[in-house]
């Protein structure tokens, strides 16, 4: 069933995550510039970019938001809701990239492959973070115009089915142990 969704609030949920986003990335640059990195805490983050990031965040995005602002905003077809799909497959396609990497250095101890992960890790850093300032500063902005959106799923809904509570603690203490504030 297709509800209606209060547009501000939607927003506000996504800016958030975006502020919890950038904490784990802050956590990610200390530990891929570190000397040794730890491959435990790697596997922790690229975990959490999959169930956070992937599956929970940009999932409200594309079925709560998205969705309204192409039909009743502008079209698909190159319009900046384009734009931002195109930027979550890159996204995801280096989630799993980092994911294969992550097993050939720590299974197959392939020690090619761990540069490769950290080469990886920081593409997708930077990414993230040029993706996460173009909503923050334009497309969010611009949804504003609607005060509703129509969507068969709600902010909770979704963040029930991927943890998104167990995310945010698992983040603050990775934060407070790479002492990131
Ligand atoms: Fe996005
Ligand atoms: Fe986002």
Redesign the pocket.
Known sequence: MIVKVNTAYVVDNLIKDHDVILGSLKVLYRVINSDNPDARDLELLIQFFDSFIDKC??AK?EYILFPTLNLRLFPFEGSPVYV?VT??GIARYLIRMSEELLRMWVDNKDEGARQALIDHLRLLADHLTQ??KK?NDVLFPGSLALDTLDSSRTVEDIERETNHEEWITKINELRKKYRVE
């Open positions: 965040h940009h995005e931002m930027e979550h993706h996460i909503e």
